[in-house]
């Protein structure tokens, strides 16, 4: 049974910085893709950053202060977020895409204000 699970979500003051990890587990193989999605409230999930095979993608409001990254045993995925705005509070969704099937955490709350 493949699980994802997230870690690192909380509050912080506009300008802060926080840091996601993810780590697939239940599984020998690595996922060929992971990334990160969030959902604010009254809003649709959308598509934060992803990383696979070493190439990154990032959603446009999010290019130039988030960076994704794999662990070297390639089953972690960190979401480093730096100057952090009211508008990146959501909940944060961690993603693995595995044989084809994708798996996703229960998801780990940020909270941007002051």
């Known amino acids: 049974q493949v699980q994802v699970v997230e870690s690192g979500g909380g509050s912080v003051q506009p300008g802060g910085s926080l840091r996601l990890s993810c780590v697939a587990s239940?599984?020998?193989?690595?996922?060929?893709?992971m990334g990160w999605y969030r959902q604010a409230p009254g809003k649709q999930r959308e598509l934060v950053a992803t990383?696979?095979?070493?190439?990154?993608r990032y959603a446009d409001s999010v290019k130039g202060r988030f960076t994704i990254s794999r662990g070297s045993e390639g089953k972690t995925v960190y979401l480093q977020m730096n100057s952090l705005k009211p508008e990146d509070t959501a909940v944060y969704y961690c993603?693995?895409?595995?044989?084809?099937?994708?798996?996703w955490g229960q998801g780990t709350q940020v909270t941007v204000s002051s």
């Open positions: 239940g599984t020998v193989f690595s996922p060929s893709a």
């Open positions: 990383i696979s095979s070493g190439v990154t």
């Open positions: 993603n693995a895409v595995l044989k084809l099937f994708d798996y």
